[in-house]
């Protein structure tokens, strides 16, 4: 490894993000050259003395925008040197010559024709033993069997469908039955309760629309729901554009208003609500809204008494300009301990630099974090570390 290429991933080596391999090319080069030496030394000394800061001091409004400043001006020189790196990688490509093109080709062409004839050997000679046969045999018995329980068995029982007088739940009357793969629709003077066995009801409000998809799981395709389930035994799903509701706990109640087409806005009165897009994963606590765009993602939830510029922020942050951020130092600056839950969720979403901005907002608002709770084990997302601070949040707010 050159000593340019090192500079360059000095940084990356530094939040330990890269693989074994090139983990030892640089400490390799960091033991034969003191200038890179002496930059990490700068690096891990600086994130001594930010770790030493007191948390109590909530910084002035442009701390965060000079620190910004600088982070892009390094950024902007290592993208400029990969860049550069990666021009001279590809002059060296296009100086193969033809012939060289072709044998690379046909060696590669050989390599994967070889493996596909040893795998296929290997196949024959484990069709010819008895114990390959017995397991195959065995394989789609339980696949036939899969198939018969999920088509007959496991079918859910139909849920009792109730009508109510719009403004009232206590008159009620029975409407119908909905069953799995089934819709379900209102008009603009009916209200509907759905029982659900061991989960609670479900209030669907005038003008919408739902589908049961099977067991514990509704897609809401219009209009607005109310979800009540006070002594629930299981936990229910609910399908929106552009993301899935799920219970975070047994029981609870929130309402889920489809707004727009692509547009979802959810409230949680009571328990946790956990939404889920793709690979992320956001806890919308009591008392707390979180819009989704089928388009553009999952926002930050909010607290209901949150200001009109810190909701603006939130939703610049992740729909107007996704990570922008100038928007991220606005949510910063404008949270306060009720925005708790905001800034839990922010950490998942930023890189770990900028997480350790978050975090040292998060304690400035807070205090001193829970017992077992520690920087270092929040900058790595620690599952049980991030939960003792969210069951903190919930207390202080």
Known sequence: MTHEEAKILLNDYFDEILSVEVNTEIQIHLSECDECSQYLFSLQDLMKKSDKLPRNIKPPADFWHAIFNSLSDIKEESIKQKEENELKEAEKITEESKEEKEQRKNRLKAEKLLKWERKKAVLVQNLKKP????????????????????SYL?????????????????????YANLAENEMLETNSI?????????LGSIFIEPESKIERLKSNKIRLLQGAILSMKNGAKEFLSIDVPGAEIKDYFLGGQFRLDLAEPK????????????????NLETLVLPNHFCKIMAD???????????SNELINAINDYCFTRPGNEEDLI????????????????????V????????IYTIFGLLGDPPQGVTDEGLRTLNPEMLQKLIEEIELKI
């Open 351 to 358: 890189t770990r630099k900028q997480r350790d901005m978050v």
């Open 190 to 198: 009916t209200r509907l309760q759905i029982q659900i066995p061991n």
């Open 263 to 278: 547009v979802s806005i959810l409230e949680v009165i009571d328990g946790w609500v956990l939404v889920e897009k793709d």
């Open 154 to 174: 496991a079918a859910g029982k139909s849920w009792e469908v109730r009508k109510l007088k719009v403004g009232s739940d206590s008159y009620s009357e029975v």
């Open 330 to 349: 606005s949510i910063l600056t404008k949270a306060d301990v009720s925005n708790s839950v905001t800034l839990w969720n922010l950490m998942k979403r």
């Open 131 to 150: 114990w390959f046969i017995y397991s195959l045999i065995g394989f789609v018995s339980v696949v036939v069997l899969f198939f018969i329980y999920n």
């Open 296 to 306: 553009s993602g999952v926002g930050l939830p909010y607290h209901n008494g949150s």
